[in-house]
């Protein structure tokens, strides 16, 4: 049976009310999308997916607490026939990029056409990727551009990334052992070999990284990176 004549169970994760508002009038209008649930946060939607059993979550990246990449590698691995569905204003490299790394399924531009966004809801509902156009294109010049070459944050290791976020957080090396219950010189190693990675070799720099790749936000609050390893 066809995903039109089906009724697709939708999760909106968005941290903005009236998105999520617009979103419902949109779908209302649809006979086969079926919101059964919202959140405004990345913590609520990861609750709320695992309650509802969604056939597909609309996620944000940008939200409080634990951010929608976060949320998608979580629910990777605990429901793997849910589909994500990112749905952001996010559009450079290194979020297209985590995105696929983190396992969602699409990837939708904000300022897209209602129309796009509810065939990318049909087409991940059916296994099939969807990703904007401009959202494509720009991740294909890159792999032409790197030859295909992991760009740098795709090659820190799932506790080199926890290491950054929590660096970014002004932690020091004895906190960041402390909070991870491993000794203050490996702390120090993944430190050495973050910087060298990134090529970045500096506190402010790190910081600085970890903001531009939505790691940290601009408030200061950290969010959780994917592919965490617990």
Excluded at 46 to 58: F, G, H, Q
Excluded at 95 to 103: E, H, K
């Amino acid at each position: 049976m066809s995903a039109k004549k089906q009724i697709i169970k939708v999760l909106v994760a968005d941290d903005h009310p009236v998105v999520r508002k617009g979103l419902q009038t949109c779908f209302a209008k649809q006979g086969n999308l079926k919101v059964v649930g919202e959140a405004a946060d990345g913590d609520e939607a990861l609750r709320k997916a695992r309650e509802l059993s969604p056939d597909v979550v609309l996620m944000d990246i940008s939200m409080p607490g634990m951010n929608g990449l976060a949320v998608t590698e979580v629910l990777r691995k605990e429901a793997p026939d849910m589909k994500v569905l990112i749905l952001s204003v996010h559009s450079n490299k290194e979020y297209i990029f985590r995105v696929i790394q983190a396992g969602a399924h699409g990837y939708v531009s904000k300022e897209a056409p209602p129309e796009e966004l509810i065939r990318a809801i049909e087409s991940v509902y059916q296994g099939e990727p969807h990703f904007s156009e401009d959202i494509a294109r720009a991740a294909l010049s890159e792999f032409v551009n790197t030859g295909g070459k992991k760009e740098p944050f795709a090659q820190l290791t799932a506790r080199e990334r926890e290491v950054l976020v929590l660096i970014a957080e002004g932690k020091s090396n004895k906190e960041i052992a402390d909070r991870l219950g491993i000794g203050v010189r490996t702390i120090e190693t993944h430190r050495e070999r973050i910087m060298r990675r990134l090529n970045i070799h500096s506190v402010a720099g790190l910081t600085k990284y970890a903001i531009a790749n939505g790691l940290v936000s601009l408030e200061g609050d950290a969010v959780p990176p994917v592919n965490l390893g617990r």
